[in-house]
């Protein structure tokens, strides 16, 4: 221990153990900066602030916001409401997550390299694509004018004018999960894809010497090797169900979808900046973290009951 303690400092941070630390340090304070600090912000809930003055000449009001949630009917409505919407959707995409491992399946199963990689890249590249460029390209397509849909159902003889696709609140949530798997689809199946690398090729090879074909070696090999990497990114994804996240919604939505298309994020951004009720969002805020801090325990829980190892 004494020989430990005389040796130089530089010696010191150059074994693995503070090497591997400091590969990681920048990626810790990214998260500090960018997840922790705007923490800080929370104290806005407890004032009735207002834009433009220090928070010290403000109110406190204490947990009044928080009172509001459940006491304001008017408020309760409103977070029943959205949170209809924010559940339904991720109930929707839940159901249909195995359609990410599905793709890689079949993706893994094309032999001709050049034609699984050209695949793979047009179904990844559109999880780069901004939600304003999807808008634009689904305005292009279902256009009340001219969107190439109407003017193919009119050309056709099925219609005589233009459907307003775009502005109706009929089967939103369908709509709003068929655009994010066309998004998603190739980038999230890139997990499954990994990990089908660390399936042991032994087991197809005495599968198919045993008379097995192809679809009986992605059945019984494929598939129970992908299990793992679904269910542990399933159960995360529980505990993340409320932040579903504004983008998508933000560019769909319209006065005639609003009420079913407005998700939590949503909510808490229109009451926040739209109705320049800082206080009283960052309240609605503060509560949703503390329910997917909740969730993420009991997800944790789901998974010592189920795999016998804890997600953290």
């Given amino acids: 221990m004494a020989s430990l303690a005389k040796k130089p400092l530089l010696e010191t941070l150059r ?28 104290l806005f809930a407890f004032y009735n602030y207002r834009p433009g003055l220090p928070l010290g000449s403000d109110r406190f009001v204490g947990f009044e916001n928080f009172r509001m949630i459940l006491a304001d009917q008017y408020a309760v409505n409103d977070i029943i409401r959205v949170m209809k919407n924010t559940l339904g ?22 032999h001709v390299i050049r034609y699984r990689k050209t695949v793979q890249t047009l179904t990844t590249i559109p999880n780069f694509i901004s939600w304003v460029l999807v808008y634009s390209i689904a305005f292009a397509m279902f256009s009340v004018d001219d969107g190439f849909v109407n003017r193919l159902l009119m050309s056709l003889g099925i219609t005589t004018e233009g459907i307003n696709f775009l502005a109706s609140g009929e089967h939103i949530w369908i709509k709003m ?24 090729q032994e087991l197809y090879e005495a599968a198919r010497v045993d008379g097995a074909g192809r679809f009986r070696c992605m059945w019984h090999i494929t598939v129970p090797g992908l299990l793992p990497t679904y269910f542990v990114l399933l159960i995360m994804s529980i505990a993340n169900m409320v932040n579903s996240g504004m983008e998508q919604y933000y560019v769909f939505k319209n006065p005639m979808n609003l009420s079913t298309i407005e998700v939590l994020d949503l909510y808490v951004y229109n009451q926040g900046i739209v109705g320049i009720n800082y206080s009283y969002s960052i309240a609605i805020g503060i509560l949703k973290s503390l329910i997917s801090i909740v969730l993420l325990f009991l997800a944790n829980r789901g998974s010592k009951f189920i795999r016998e190892e804890s997600i953290f």
């Fill in 15 to 42: 074994e693995p153990k503070f090497r591997l630390f400091f590969m990681i340090l920048p990626f810790i304070i990214l998260v500090f900066l960018l997840s922790y600090l705007p923490m800080r912000g929370w």
């Fill in 89 to 110: 959707m991720y109930l929707i995409g839940l159901v249909t997550s195995p359609l990410a491992v599905i793709f890689a399946i079949f993706l893994n199963e094309i």
């Fill in 177 to 200: 999960w068929a655009w994010g798997t066309w998004k998603g689809l190739g980038w999230g199946a890139i997990v499954y894809i990994a990990a089908l690398s660390s399936i042991d």
